[in-house]
T-cell receptor, first 112, second 111 residues
Framework: QQQVKQSPQSLIVQKGGISIINCAYENTAFDYFPWYQQFPGKGPALLIAIRPDVSEKKEGRFTISFNKSAKQFSLHIMDSQPGDSATYFCAALSGSARQLTFGSGTQLTVLP | DADVTQTPRNRITKTGKRIMLECSQTKGHDRMYWYRQDPGLGLRLIYYSFDVKDINKGEISDGYSVSRQAQAKFSLSLESAIPNQTALYFC??????????FGQGTRLTVV
């Protein structure tokens, strides 16, 4: 049972465009929502994160939008660059065990 | 040097063989995790440990075992490898359970 559903599975965007990746969750106990970025041959690395008491968080060209009532959150990459080409995972954290539950991943390709 | 080091980076093994994947960290974190990554399935938690005496099963622990030899070392074993355990395996550490720091992964192929 996948508790965090991520879409799309793959995304191709032109340089300078906006990349949007969406995630939906079911468990209302989740209280921390990070996004991880993974380059080929590397482990995932934290990109940006948000807590549910905030509707938006922006760091440079990366923005998380959070809709608590809909149990959805999304990553927006503005002015997408070829160097942003990577796999992106949304995740959610809950409970005393503080376990991360990951989405299935989105492979982003930014064309030059 | 990497903060989270996994060995080996690549391994091919035969069905039925026992194999151990090792992870060591220099971040001083108490929490360590083993994940498995498969295309289209994301990262799934196999086992996690909050200290040397604390080992917990994750979402997909069947067929796997772990050992926390020290605060800095956490190994994953496949007692009798099978082809559907072919995957990319990641070790991760965390201080407070929020940000996880991942190793570079071990690509395991079971033939």
């Amino acid at each position: 049972q996948q508790q965090v559903k991520q879409s799309p599975q793959s995304l191709i965007v032109q340089k300078g465009g906006i990349s949007i990746i969406n995630c939906a969750y079911e468990n209302t106990a989740f209280d921390y929502f990070p996004w991880y970025q993974q380059f080929p041959g590397k482990g995932p690395a934290l990109l940006i994160a948000i807590r549910p008491d905030v509707s938006e968080k922006k760091e440079g060209r990366f923005t998380i939008s959070f809709n608590k009532s809909a149990k959805q959150f999304s990553l927006h990459i503005m002015d997408s660059q070829p160097g942003d080409s990577a796999t992106y995972f949304c995740a959610a954290l809950s409970g005393s065990a503080r376990q991360l539950t990951f989405g299935s991943g989105t492979q982003l390709t930014v064309l030059p | 040097d990497a903060d989270v080091t996994q060995t080996p980076r690549n391994r091919i093994t035969k069905t039925g063989k026992r194999i151990m994947l090792e992870c060591s960290q220099t971040k001083g974190h108490d929490r360590m995790y083993w994940y498995r990554q498969d295309p289209g399935l994301g990262l799934r938690l196999i086992y996690y440990s909050f200290d040397v005496k604390d080992i917990n099963k994750g979402e997909i622990s069947d067929g796997y075992s772990v050992s926390r030899q020290a605060q800095a070392k956490f190994s994953l074993s496949l007692e009798s490898a099978i082809p559907n355990q072919t995957a990319l395996y990641f070790c991760a550490t965390s201080e407070l359970g929020t940000e996880a720091f991942f190793g570079q992964g071990t690509r395991l192929t079971v033939v």
